[in-house]
């Protein structure tokens, strides 16, 4: 079945720690985001990409890293920089830029311990 | 700047009412829009969408929205909700033109009561 798929679903990190979230479409879609999820505050743009080999910062890239090696990858790095990580992180991808939805994986956890 | 309003945190409604999620948008032409719903811990999963044409729009699940452009709405209804509909709702806008042009609301939580 063609989808986004996010891993771990749980993540614990300590202070301090990198981590590394992945996320994988079999889509073929071009264009891959990451959000970040708190309560009451929506969906926030961390980073995205529309090709492989680039990448834009969205709204809140402080702290994050990502790469864009291979079409149906794009993992994202939560750096010690980031003061505050923990959150739910959604993995979104879409076909193309405009007239079209994004599908969504189903989304990390991470919790700083 | 585009942007998107949920004016309703948190809305309770019985097994079996009527339900209608508000949602205003901004943004400088016809945008296109989406209502996702996310039940806790999960992604999100589109429920339907408006690009152009037929201002009511009907979705999975039992659910339609109108997009009003008038009143920069394109509210979610639902004519009997059922318990299994208790989840969070987002309301996206995405512009024409641009490379980051998908925008997000802040939610409302939809409760249902037997």
Not at chain 1, 47 to 57: A, G, H, L, T
């Amino acid at each position: 079945d063609g989808g986004i798929t996010q891993s771990p679903k749980y993540l614990f990190r300590k202070e301090g720690q990198n981590v590394t979230l992945s996320c994988e479409q079999n889509l073929n879609h071009d264009a891959m985001y990451w959000y970040r999820q708190d309560p009451g505050q929506g969906l926030r743009l961390i980073y995205y990409s529309q090709i492989v080999n680039d990448f834009q910062k969205g709204d809140i890239a402080e702290g994050y890293s990502v790469s864009r090696e291979k079409k149906e990858s794009f993992p994202l790095t939560v750096t010690s920089a980031q003061k505050n990580p923990t959150a739910f992180y959604l993995c979104a991808s879409r076909p193309g830029p405009t007239r079209t939805e994004a599908f969504f994986g189903q989304g990390t956890r991470l919790t700083v311990v | 700047a585009q942007s998107v309003t949920q004016p309703d945190i948190h809305i309770t409604v019985s097994e079996g009412a009527s339900l209608e999620l508000r949602c205003n948008y901004s943004y400088g032409a016809t945008p296109y829009l989406f209502w996702y719903v996310q039940s806790p811990g999960q992604g999100l999963q589109l429920l339907l969408k408006y690009f152009s044409g037929d201002t009511l729009v009907q979705g999975i699940k039992g659910f339609e929205a109108e997009f009003k452009r008038s009143q920069s709405s394109f509210n979610l209804r639902k004519p009997s909700v059922h318990w299994s509909d208790a989840a969070e709702y987002f309301c996206a806008v995405g512009a024409q033109t641009g490379a980051n042009n998908l925008f997000f609301g802040t939610g409302t939580r939809l409760t249902v009561i037997p």
